[in-house]
């Protein structure tokens, strides 16, 4: 104990913890000055510096009275060091150690763009992050209410959801969407935009870390339409610094700037590219080699407004988002994807369409589970992503609002999507939209490599297609996307058009991969045989 002692003393160091790789460490620290407002008046950052005399700085925060925080992920195993800096005596020139060791079971780092498949994502380990996300736009509100919303994110990780968005402020509250409490970043009322609301962000600091904890991606939306969660453009910038401080330092968020930017008042597409460059710039994790950290904007839905990414050539968004399909018949989906493809950059539709949702649109004749499955599914063949949400007004609100869980035939659908492209072992990320290899089917769409080795067929209405693969001998499989069943098929040649008959006009799915080659020969399969 006594060496201890003395080795403090010597050095100013406390002896090194031991920090998981990409788990958060928390720094507590306490300001010596007396401050009116400490989030406008001071501030805190630190250098750490780690193995081989790699360098990072990071920002603290205010949290509340006098206390500062500083949260650091380390992504690189061995020794750290840290020096703090503030104009602050308290706060100014801590020191500290902390050894990174081996990361913690099933932690697999920062999610990211995947340079060498960039319509993709990927861990920092190598391991692949399939996105499927729903929508919990008040999922704060639940948390300050003390609801049972921790249901909400372990049913939501139970049906292989690996994605919630949600508002940092609550737009809509104590109604029949949302019976929440009213409550943001500047107080329930929108409040002093150069005052923070230490009770709201402590709410969101819990949300953001139980879904972390269930390795589940925090979608944060700093900002929203509607204008009382607005400052001026200085008032704003200064609280985005600041949930960058606070939260960049958590491997599974992802930014995005807010919900449906054209409908917010007074902020022109300008400042958007402003705000997008600072996460750009600011973020200390942002990028991790040629990856890139997921950051994007929301758009205003509608066939015109959400069917183009409208930052493309921007330079700072990592990942495209749409809202297309609830004012667009669910078949089109697969082709807004492509449309929003050459880009270099993973498509991501987060409002394709709710359960039960009221657009008359939807499939040319209203919302069903079918639809909503067709729909998912011709958005993954595309080589896609999608968000999901729950619109029906239950007793207790809508939990697309309100993050109350209810049970729904839906999940089921969207667990065995899930299943399919994560324990088939499809490389997925690997192919590319390959719509040309079917024809004469309704609404078939195909995912394959580019060699036509590996691929997926989705028919969204069954019934049969014509397929032509490059030649050689290919083991198929049938996948239903209601059950989750998965069957053998015969062999296919390749080499010259054939037909794929569906066991019916219901959707299925068909999986093949070529097992060797063979002189082409006219062959003519059905799934049936």
């Known amino acids: 104990m006594k060496t201890i002692l003395t080795l403090i003393l010597l050095t100013g160091l406390l002896p090194a913890l031991a920090?998981?790789?990409?788990?958060?460490?928390?720094?507590?620290?306490?300001?010596?000055?007396?401050?009116?407002?400490?989030?406008?008046?001071?501030?805190?950052?630190?250098?750490?510096?780690?193995?081989?005399?790699?360098t990072q700085?990071?920002?603290?925060?205010?949290?509340?009275?006098?206390?500062?925080k500083i949260r650091f992920t380390p992504t690189a195993e061995g020794r750290w060091t840290y020096v703090t800096r503030s104009s602050d005596k308290g706060l100014s020139n801590q020191r500290g150690t902390l050894t990174c060791t081996a990361p913690q079971a099933g932690q697999h780092g920062f999610v990211r763009r995947d340079a060498s498949h960039p319509h993709h994502f990927v861990y920092d380990d190598g391991s692949r992050y399939l996105m499927l996300g729903t929508t919990y736009y008040a999922i704060v509100s639940t948390a300050l209410a003390g609801d049972a919303w921790q249901k909400s994110v372990d049913s939501c990780a139970h049906y292989g959801i690996t994605k919630i968005r949600f508002r940092v402020n609550v737009k809509l509250c104590k109604n029949s969407t949302n019976p929440g409490p009213c409550s943001s970043v500047w107080g329930s009322d929108?409040?002093?935009?150069?005052?923070?609301?230490?009770?709201?962000?402590?709410?969101?600091?819990?949300?953001?870390?139980?879904?972390?904890e269930r390795g589940i991606v925090a979608d944060f939306m700093p900002f929203d339409s509607q204008e009382k969660f607005y400052g001026t453009d200085e008032q704003?910038?200064?609280?985005?610094?600041?949930?960058?401080?606070?939260?960049?330092?958590?491997?599974?968020?992802?930014?995005?700037?807010?919900?449906?930017?054209?409908?917010?008042?007074?902020?022109?597409?300008?400042?958007?590219?402003?705000?997008?460059?600072?996460?750009?710039?600011?973020?200390?994790?942002?990028?991790?080699?040629?990856?890139?950290?997921?950051?994007?904007?929301?758009?205003?839905g509608g066939q015109s407004n959400g069917a183009q990414f409208q930052f493309h050539g921007e330079g700072w968004p990592v990942h495209v988002i749409l809202q297309s399909g609830r004012f667009v018949p669910a078949d089109t989906l697969n082709v807004i994807t492509l449309r929003n493809r050459g880009h270099q950059m993973p498509?991501?539709?987060?409002?394709?369409?709710?359960?039960?949702?009221?657009?008359?649109?939807?499939?040319?004749?209203?919302?069903?589970?079918?639809?909503h499955r067709n729909a998912l599914w011709s958005i993954y063949l595309a080589g896609g992503y999608a968000t999901i949400?729950?619109?029906?007004?239950?007793?207790?609100?809508?939990?697309?609002?309100?993050?109350?869980?209810?049970?729904?035939?839906?999940?089921?659908?969207?667990?065995?999507?899930?299943?399919?492209?994560?324990?088939?072992?499809?490389?997925?990320?690997?192919?590319?939209?390959?719509?040309?290899?079917v024809s004469a089917g309704e609404r078939t769409y195909a995912l394959a490599t580019g060699d036509g080795r590996v691929g997926i067929i989705?028919?969204?209405?069954?019934?049969?297609?014509?397929?032509?693969?490059?030649?050689?001998?290919?083991?198929?499989?049938?996948?239903?996307?209601?059950?989750?069943?998965?069957?053998?098929?015969?062999?296919w040649t390749g080499g010259q058009p054939f037909a794929l008959s569906f066991p019916d006009n219901r959707d299925w799915v068909v999986y093949f991969k070529r097992s060797g080659q063979v002189v082409a020969q006219q062959v003519s399969r059905s799934v049936k045989d």
């Not at 700085?57 to 500062?68: A, D, K, Q, R």
């Not at 109350?404 to 192919?431: C, Q, T």
Request: charged share 20%.
């Open 458 to 491: 989705y028919g969204a209405a069954g019934g049969t297609a014509q397929m032509l693969l490059p030649y050689g001998t290919y083991t198929a499989r049938l996948f239903d996307p209601r059950t989750g069943a998965d069957t053998a098929l015969p062999e």
């Open 19 to 54: 920090v998981p790789r990409w788990s958060v460490h928390e720094i507590t620290l306490n300001a010596s000055g007396r401050y009116d407002n400490p989030y406008i008046q001071t501030g805190v950052t630190a250098t750490f510096t780690g193995p081989g005399g790699i």
């Open 57 to 68: 700085e990071i920002s603290g925060f205010w949290y509340e009275g006098n206390t500062f």
């Open 190 to 212: 929108g409040g002093d935009h150069d005052r923070l609301n230490p009770v709201h962000l402590r709410a969101v600091d819990k949300v953001v870390a139980y879904l972390n």
């Open 389 to 437: 949400g729950d619109k029906v007004q239950y007793p207790d609100g809508r939990p697309y609002h309100s993050a109350i869980w209810h049970p729904r035939p839906e999940y089921a659908d969207v667990k065995h999507l899930n299943d399919f492209f994560s324990k088939k072992g499809l490389e997925y990320w690997k192919m590319e939209p390959a719509n040309a290899l």
């Open 236 to 300: 704003d910038l200064r609280y985005l610094r600041h949930l960058l401080a606070r939260y960049a330092a958590y491997p599974n968020v992802i930014w995005c700037l807010t919900n449906e930017f054209q409908r917010v008042p007074n902020k022109p597409k300008d400042f958007w590219t402003t705000a997008g460059k600072l996460i750009q710039q600011n973020d200390p994790y942002i990028a991790s080699g040629p990856n890139f950290r997921p950051l994007s904007i929301h758009p205003f």
């Open 347 to 371: 498509i991501v539709n987060d409002e394709f369409g709710y359960f039960e949702d009221d657009i008359r649109e939807w499939g040319k004749g209203g919302y069903n589970q079918t639809v």
